[in-house]
Antibody, heavy 117, light 108 residues
Framework: EVQLSESGGGMVQPGGSLRLSCTASGFIFRSYAMSWVRQAPGKGLEWVAAVAGGGSLTYYADSVKGRFTISRDNSMNTVSLQLNSLRVEDAAIYYC??????????WGQGTLVTVSS | EIVLTQSPATLSVSPGERVTLSCRASQSVGGDVAWYQHKSGQSPRLLIYGASTRATGIPARFGGSGSGTEFTLTISSLQSEDFAVYYCQEYINWPVFTFGPGTTVDLK
């Protein structure tokens, strides 16, 4: 059974940092690109970042480029998102999701990031 | 940058009705469009990919069509469990993705 489980959310002040993690199981992890998608309160879904299966290629939404860093550890079946220079508008539920031949067919339960002073 | 527009923003319907949701892309995305259902407090659920292929386990009442810049999600007979927000997504520049703003389907 495919499972994705996020952790690391919490409350942080503007300008602060946070590291989110997602642990995967039930599939050949290195065969899938992994993405983070967020939903801010009262807003829609926003793709944030993706990392290719090998880990060397990364992609970012313009809204987070230069502030967030996605990485993966295929030996541990984990994907991480380092969030730096956080802004109030980065507050959201962050979901981990996979994409192979089919986009975003499995999602984690999400982890909540709150940015507030 | 590809921009997706969804219409209507909100659709109020009764169970049993046929529902048609639209998604328009600012430039051609071929057939690289997916549709997701998102209920409050849950993770999004993939319904359709490749514009018209139902994902595993998705009921046959959900159908997708379109190509290029115009796409449609149809629910042939809305069930009570189908009240949710529906998002289209393009992935022509995989693994860079864009979501539309969503259409809320609620009870009339």
């Amino acid at each position: 059974e495919v499972q994705l489980s996020e952790s690391g959310g919490g409350m942080v002040q503007p300008g602060g940092s946070l590291r989110l993690s997602c642990t995967a199981s039930g599939f050949i992890f290195r065969s899938y690109a992994m993405s983070w998608v967020r939903q801010a309160p009262g807003k829609g879904l926003e793709w944030v970042a993706a990392v290719a299966g090998g880990g060397s290629l990364t992609y970012y939404a313009d809204s987070v480029k230069g502030r967030f860093t996605i990485s993966r550890d295929n030996s541990m079946n984990t994907v991480s998102l380092q969030l730096n220079s956080l802004r109030v508008e980065d507050a959201a539920i962050y979901y981990c999701t996979r994409s192979g031949g089919v986009p975003f067919d499995y999602w984690g339960q999400g982890t909540l990031v709150t940015v507030s002073s | 940058e590809i921009v997706l527009t969804q219409s209507p923003a909100t659709l109020s319907v009764s169970p049993g009705e046929r529902v048609t949701l639209s998604c328009r892309a600012s430039q051609s995305v071929g057939g690289d469009v997916a549709w997701y259902q998102h209920k409050s407090g849950q993770s999004p659920r993939l319904l359709i990919y490749g514009a018209s292929t139902r994902a595993t386990g998705i009921p046959a009442r959900f159908g997708g069509s379109g190509s290029g810049t115009e796409f449609t999600l149809t629910i042939s007979s809305l069930q009570s469990e189908d009240f949710a927000v529906y998002y289209c997504q393009e992935y022509i520049n995989w693994p860079v993705f864009t979501f539309g703003p969503g259409t809320t389907v609620d009870l009339k």
